[in-house]
Each structure stands twice: as structure tokens, then as C-alpha cells.
């Protein structure tokens, strides 16, 4: 990490600044800020870390600073590439809210959630007790490191040192050795199990078992050949049943031919009693036949005598 500058801060709508721009860039030397009382010095300053942090040491939140629909807080700063962190907050209603950008060299700029924002600043900001200790003071001494306990003090030189990565490292070093010793433990149960087994007993069991698969594959093989004879027999057994099913579709079809036939054999035999009936009127026929022909000959004889 290179030393992180600070360039410019503007605040608006934060406690008693409106419209207020620190431009550094181009100070040298101690730089003082006067002014009266509450007039907002002590809070342009804490803005820088407002504007990093979201939070600042002596005044909160910086929803608790807003005072504006839209309070702004804007910084540029380097830390090896240009830096843009920008805050807008309105805490003027119920609920408050708040967009937070950070932008870092010509990387795109978050997406104005603050989520996403504390996400990116901590890569891009020291952690905010180094730069309290380090280059900051806050009003009524807050950050002095010489006032910081012992243990805070190692806190705050094992971050400048880079040394948290190494007890991160350490402390995960301490888990996977639980973690192997819990294996060992488990393999060594297992050993233990296995240096217990009688071998002799082991082995017999073992041939035991090889006797009765042998026996087992001789009645399987024993049995084979029946199997396929009965597979055979249902084979033969399901042909014998269609050729059962086809004849009996054949007599289905004969019993409707007969029934046809029985009915063409009615239909002839009422034929024939008609006709015999007829025939048996025929000579009844005749003789009426003769008469009328007689009569008709009687009739024309007579008709030249009565005219």
C-alpha cells in the first residue's frame, strides 16, 4: 500500500457547513484551520474520514450530521491511483437515504450502494484505527496513539506491519491441525479395530464363504438347464394360446355363417310352402278356366241369332 493523500474535501449540508471546500494539493507546511466556535472546523476534518469510512469519530454517522434533503460529501485522495468517494444523504425524512460512490483510477464507480461501497473501501482505505494513530487526531484526542492501550497499540502496528495476514494465516494453520489430528484420531480407531481382528478367524469366515458361493454356483448351474427348458415351455404354451385365440375366431365367423345360412334355409322353405299352396289351387283354376272359355263360346254362337 503507498501512502494515501488527501487532496480535496467539499461538504454540504453536513452540521454547520454549507457549501465548504478544503483544497490541499497545493499546501505545504502545517496548515491551521481558524474559526469561532461551532463554526464546523473539527467537522470539516472528521469529514475526511466521514467521506472513507462512512462514520465519523467524534459526531457518528453521517446520517446523523445531515442536515439537507441532499447533504453532499465529496473526496479526492490517492493511494497510488486517483480516488473519488462521494456521499449523498437525506435525513430529513422517515427514513433515511444514503448513496455512496467510490470510484478508484479509471476503474468504473460502484453502484451506489453502500454495500457495495464498504466492500471496495476496504481494499482502497487503511483500516480506520491505523489512520487515527497515524496522521489524525480528532477533537478531544480520539485516535492519539500514545493514549491507545498496549493491546490496542499492537493492534494498531500489526495492521501498519501487514502482520493480520500472517495471524489470519496462523489461525487457520491451528484449525487444519485440528482438523488432521481429528483424521489421525479416526485412522488410528481404525487401526486399532483392524490389529484386533483374529486373522485365522478372519480367513475361515472368509473361506466359509467362498464354500458357499461354490455351492451356491453349482444349484444355480444345476438349475440352469431347467430354466431353459421352462422358458421353452411358456414359449411353446404362449404359441399353443394364439393358435387357441385364432381358432376361436374361426368358430366365431363359422357360427355367423351358419346363422346366415339358417336364415337364407327359413327364407327358402316359406318359399316352397307357397308354392305348394299355389300349386294345389291350380286345378281349381282350370276348371274355372274351361267354364269361362265355354261360356264365351256359347255367347258367341248365340249373338248372330238374337241380332
Known amino acids: 500500500m503507498t501512502a494515501l493523500r488527501i487532496d480535496t474535501i467539499a461538504v454540504d449540508g453536513f452540521g454547520p457547513l454549507q457549501a465548504a471546500h478544503l483544497d490541499l494539493r497545493d499546501r505545504k507546511g502545517i496548515i491551521a ?9 473539527s467537522t470539516l476534518l472528521e469529514s475526511i474520514l466521514g467521506a472513507m469510512y462512512r462514520e465519523t469519530p467524534s459526531r457518528g454517522k453521517l446520517a446523523n450530521l445531515a442536515a439537507l434533503k441532499g447533504s453532499t460529501l465529496e473526496l479526492q485522495a490517492h493511494n497510488g491511483s486517483p480516488i473519488l468517494a462521494r456521499h449523498v444523504v437525506d435525513a430529513t425524512g422517515r427514513q433515511v437515504r444514503q448513496e455512496a460512490i467510490l470510484r ?15 466492500a471496495l473501501a476496504k481494499t482502497v482505505f487503511p483500516p480506520e484505527e491505523v489512520f487515527l494513530a497515524s496522521v489524525f487526531s480528532a477533537q478531544g484526542g480520539m485516535g492519539n496513539f500514545a493514549d491507545l492501550s498496549r493491546d490496542e497499540r499492537r493492534q494498531v502496528l500489526q495492521r501498519l506491519l501487514g502482520l493480520e495476514r500472517l495471524q489470519l494465516i496462523a489461525d487457520r ?17 481404525k487401526v486399532e479395530e483392524l490389529l484386533d481382528v483374529d486373522l485365522d478367524e478372519l480367513m475361515g469366515q472368509l473361506q466359509t464363504a467362498n464354500m458357499e458361493h461354490g455351492a451356491w454356483k453349482t444349484q444355480v448351474d444345476e438349475l440352469r438347464p431347467e430354466l431353459e427348458r421352462a422358458r421353452t415351455s411358456v414359449a411353446e404354451s404362449e ?26 334355409i327359413d327364407a327358402t322353405a316359406l318359399s316352397i310352402q307357397n308354392a305348394q299352396r299355389a300349386q294345389g289351387k291350380i286345378p281349381d283354376h282350370k276348371i274355372r278356366l274351361e267354364t269361362a272359355r265355354s261360356i264365351d263360346k256359347t255367347i258367341r254362337e248365340l249373338e248372330p241369332t238374337i241380332a
Open 33 to 41: 484551520l481558524a474559526g469561532s466556535n461551532g463554526s464546523g472546523k
Open 104 to 118: 478508484v483510477g479509471g476503474d468504473p464507480p460502484t453502484s451506489g450502494k453502500v454495500k457495495d461501497f464498504d
Open 239 to 264: 404359441a399353443s394360446l394364439r393358435g387357441i385365440e385364432k381358432a376361436r375366431e374361426a368358430w366365431q365367423e363359422t357360427g355367423q355363417t351358419i346363422d346366415r345360412l339358417q336364415r337364407e
Open 173 to 189: 494453520c491451528k484449525e487444519r491441525r485440528k482438523e488432521v489430528e481429528h483424521a489421525i484420531a479416526l485412522l488410528n480407531a
